[in-house]
T-cell receptor
């Protein structure tokens, strides 16, 4: 079974802190994604990576950056956390044709 | 703005009922329409998907109906069970960058099936 793991299920950070969210997949997938999920808004794509060291901005990249140094690992970075970044963050991975994306369990981030 | 509009936001049915979730899109470049199911505390998981050259697809008790001319598609859950209680997301996929595809998700529908 494909497994996508995220480093934390719950995280509480203070405004202005630098936050790292880690995601690891074990299926040698080329593509990895970071979404945020908010009630009434569904899943919105933050960043996408289709290869090591490659990244593309999604629909809401402002305030975020990403890093992909190894194929199995994709990190989301909040350079200076703000309260409006309080959300559920979901990581996903897929093969070259990402018709099926496999999601991790999510990290609920609270910024106070 | 969301490229895929989903309704209703929530619905409650009795066991055995048929919850119906509707989605609409405008961009004709979308060429693949999956539905994802999410249980509390879990990430979404692919449930069923359809391409626009097919008007209906069934997998078990789940059926997608697709109307290409109206740019609408819907999910029906036949003989719904309490275990089907979850949030359902419709999505649409289109070619994006580097020959890869991007999914645009609807806002989600929380379905509650009462025993």
């Amino acid at each position: 079974d494909v497994k996508v793991t995220q480093s934390s299920r719950y995280l509480v950070k203070r405004t202005g802190e630098k936050v790292f969210l880690e995601c690891v997949q074990d299926m040698d997938h080329e593509n990895m994604f970071w979404y945020r999920q908010d009630p009434g808004l569904g899943l919105r794509l933050i960043y996408f990576s289709y290869d090591v060291k490659m990244k593309e901005k999604g629909d809401i990249p402002e305030g975020y950056s990403v890093s992909r140094e190894k194929k199995e690992r994709f990190s989301l970075i909040l350079e200076s956390a703000s309260t409006n970044q309080t959300s559920m963050y979901l990581c996903a991975s897929s093969l070259a044709l990402p018709y099926e994306q496999y999601f991790g369990p999510g990290t609920r981030l609270t910024v106070t | 703005q969301q490229q895929v509009k989903q309704s209703p936001q929530s619905l409650i049915v009795q066991k055995g009922g048929i919850p119906i979730i509707n989605c609409a899109y405008e961009n004709t470049a979308f060429d693949y329409f999956p539905w994802y199911q999410q249980f509390p505390g879990k990430g979404p998981a692919l449930l069923i998907a359809i391409r626009p050259d097919v008007s209906e697809k069934k997998e078990g008790r789940f059926t997608i109906s697709f109307n290409k001319s109206a740019k609408q598609f819907s999910l029906h859950i036949m003989d719904s069970q309490p275990g089907d209680s979850a949030t359902y997301f419709c999505a649409a996929s289109m070619l994006w960058v580097s020959n890869d595809y991007k999914l645009s998700f609807g806002a989600g529908t929380t379905v509650t099936v009462r025993a």
